[in-house]
């Protein structure tokens, strides 16, 4: 016959000792800071999933305008041409009826010629023509350039997969597309390095080049005030280093900038976001950003990437730190 064997019971709080209790309220303690740690990545990694998801979702919004304007852009360009050599040869045609102007017999006719030329100033026509065409073809490739740089920084139509590609034609696009914010800020000075093409993915790239500009010319608080974009190699990695004169960051805050939502600017003027993803997309590249800066007298962030990604990338990098290394 079988005998029901009875589990021993838990000892009632009353009946531990002070050493048990601390025990349990030690394990409780942990296991509530291991949880709010979790909570916290989790949360985090919702925020830099979200944005994520707005910034391609503005890409592709950026992707289907720059189509749109590219089309009739296209035909205005091929009309534009077409209407240069229309306006050539009347130009051949009225050059010919000014030489026989002199053979006209009836004063009637001759005088009516004269007059309407001296009403509509022929001379100052023929001048300024060609200058409005010269003007408006400049325009019209401008606008085409500003379409081209909004592909090229969205690059919605590509693939997200790695691409070997030039650095300077990624900062050069996002120049064009953030002018506006700088334009009216600061001069921007480009000292570009001979650097070779880096495996990468561009369009993430160009959000990190976006953000530091964008925030360089924010930092600005001058009339006028100057970025300068500067670019080297060392060794079998290249860098990017974007720098202002600005009002620099103060010591305390230095080794939070890159935390999420973390920010120095007024409420409603930044999400704290901004700098935190470019971090993550440097560190998904194998690479590093480190900072260095001083009040009043502005701020520096470098870049630094592999030329080339290894067959397993390793994407772990370093803290973020103050640039304590020598810099070429």
């Avoid at 303690?29 to 979702?57: G, V």
């Avoid at 919605?156 to 334009?183: P, Y």
């Amino acid at each position: 016959m079988n005998t029901l064997q009875t589990l021993p019971a838990e000892p009632t709080l009353a009946e531990m000792s002070d050493a048990q209790i601390r025990a349990i309220v030690g394990e409780l303690l942990q296991a509530n800071k291991d949880l709010k740690t979790l909570n916290a990545r989790l949360s985090d990694a919702q925020n830099k999933l979200m944005q994520s998801e707005k910034l391609a979702s503005i890409g592709q919004l950026a992707a289907g305008v720059a189509h749109e304007i590219n089309n009739p852009i296209g035909f205005i360009f091929s009309n534009f041409g077409t209407l240069e050599q229309y306006l050539g040869d009347l130009f051949d045609i009225l050059q010919a009826y000014e030489d026989a102007e002199a053979s006209i017999q009836d004063p009637t006719v001759l005088m009516r010629l004269r007059t309407l030329k001296s009403e509509r100033d022929l001379a100052y026509l023929k001048d300024d023509i060609p200058t409005l065409m010269h003007e408006s073809r400049d325009g019209i490739q401008r606008v085409r350039k500003i379409v081209q740089d909004l592909k090229d920084f969205s690059r919605v139509d590509a693939r997200q997969e790695w691409e070997t590609v030039s650095l300077h034609h990624g900062i050069d696009s996002t120049l064009n597309i953030v002018n506006n914010e700088i334009k009216y800020k600061a001069d921007v000075i480009k000292e570009y390095g001979d650097i070779p093409e880096v495996q990468c993915l561009p369009s993430e790239l160009n959000q990190v080049f976006m953000n530091l500009l964008v925030n360089a010319a924010h930092a600005i608080t001058a009339e006028r005030g100057t970025i300068r974009i500067r670019t080297g190699t060392h060794g079998a990695h290249v860098w990017v280093e974007v720098s202002d004169n600005g009002c620099g960051i103060a010591p305390e805050n230095l080794a939070r900038i890159f935390d999420p939502f973390f920010t120095t600017k007024p409420v409603g003027k930044g999400t704290g976001l901004g700098l935190s993803l470019s971090y993550g997309i440097v560190q998904k590249h194998g690479g590093r950003m480190e900072v260095c800066s001083e009040l009043g007298q502005g701020t520096s962030f470098r870049v630094t990437l592999p030329i080339q990604q290894p067959p397993v990338a390793d994407t772990a990098a370093p803290a973020p730190a103050a640039l304590a290394e020598s810099r070429p």
